[in-house]
């Protein structure tokens, strides 16, 4: 069982070196970590974005804990703009 705190990485899908390590409580709301990040790789604010793992699938972050994200997907995510995803 994952407790405590964990380290996320979070970079940006068109520039991979461009990246933020946050550490994140288990308990807290992925999507918090998802908006903090993007601010800080240079999304703009109600800018779209998208999330992805290592492997190219999205991650879904809306109403998941941490550690729920965590457990299926891993500790590093991609950051994408709706417009890098072709919408």
Known sequence: MLE????LT???ADNPSRQVVM???VDDDFVDYVIEAAKK???GPGQRIGVAGTDGLPVGVEGRTVREVVLRR???FNITSEKFLGR
């Open 74 to 76: 891993g500790t590093v």
């Open 41 to 43: 790789l240079g999304f």
């Open 4 to 7: 405590g705190e964990v380290e």
């Open 10 to 12: 979070f970079r940006r």
């Open 23 to 25: 550490k994140a409580h």
